[in-house]
């Protein structure tokens, strides 16, 4: 395995002794009130979690760390993420961040991960901490230059997503965030294949994770970083895919806000993942 531009890893990637690719595993529910007050006493990134690198095959791609200065990662040559700044959850589905977090500033000019249509991305998490609610991952056309795109009037389009795994209800049931914890020291990874026939491109890539475990208070949870997708395909997807962030979400959407731990939920064992549906190209 080896880093882009050979650049030292960040605070979220020091453990990258790490595989590309480990198989899920559930972790002990014993072990949760243990873990996430070691979590607490790690740093202020480490106890929340964050999306802290990317790999395409064995190249790991060096993203944000909130936690380190940023006049050593504004303008590197090697950044290919988006800024975030703060590890604090957006609320509210008309944040104007709720696109690229806060600030959603680029990266430069011609900091792209190059990548071929149909080859996996990793986004590789650090102890990320909670455990219900749906994943997403969204792709969005920039032109020629990414960077100097408005991210809320971009385009996006959902390429994957998970939600509810298995289980009795919505608050006992295991959900993929769970699965995607890691409490070992290695990080949890979440590969996405890119699809086989989208148009070559540069594209905004964005993760997001909704967190839902309290009541009727939903948590936003999104980072973007920049492709270069090389391929042979012409596949895009059409108008009833797309969605803007903000936009793409309603305040009084029933997946968005919501009490899992209401007694209407105690059989339910079916989520609907906000977004509308998958193109896969």
């Known amino acids: 395995m080896h880093l882009a531009h050979d650049i030292p890893t960040n605070a979220l990637g020091s453990h990258l002794a790490a595989p590309p690719v480990l198989p899920l595993t559930n972790m002990a529910a014993t072990l949760r009130p243990l873990l996430a007050a070691l979590a607490l006493l790690a740093g202020p990134v480490l106890a929340h979690g964050g999306l802290g690198n990317y790999t395409v095959g064995d190249t790991w791609y060096r993203g944000y760390d909130p936690s380190e200065p940023a ?38 000019a011609n900091s792209y991960i190059p990548i071929s249509a149909g080859d996996n991305l990793t986004a590789v998490y650090w102890y990320w901490l909670h455990p219900v609610g749906p994943m997403t991952v969204w792709l969005a056309a920039c032109g020629d230059d990414c960077t100097t795109v408005d991210v809320n009037k971009l385009d996006f389009f959902k ?7 298995e289980g009795p209800n919505l608050a006992e049931g295991v959900w993929y965030q769970k699965e995607f914890q890691r409490w070992d020291g290695s990080p949890g990874l979440w590969p996405v294949r890119i699809p086989r026939n989208l148009r070559a491109g540069r594209y905004i890539v964005r993760h997001e994770i909704l967190s839902i475990h309290i009541e009727d208070k939903p948590q936003f949870y999104p980072q973007c970083a920049h492709l270069e997708v090389k391929g042979e395909g012409d596949a895009v997807p059409g108008e009833e895919w797309l969605r803007r962030f903000p936009g793409a979400y309603e305040a009084d ?3 968005i806000r919501i009490n899992i731990y209401a007694k209407e939920f ?8 906000p977004g509308g549906p998958i193109w896969d190209g």
């Open 71 to 108: 006049s050593e990662q504004v303008g590197q040559p090697w950044m290919v993420q988006r800024q975030w700044v703060t590890i604090d959850p957006i609320f509210t589905v008309d944040s104007p961040y709720l696109a690229c977090n806060t600030p959603g500033a680029p990266p430069p």
């Open 159 to 165: 390429i994957w997503e998970a939600g509810l795994l």
């Open 253 to 255: 959407d029933p997946s």
């Open 266 to 273: 105690d059989t339910t064992t079916n989520y609907t993942i």
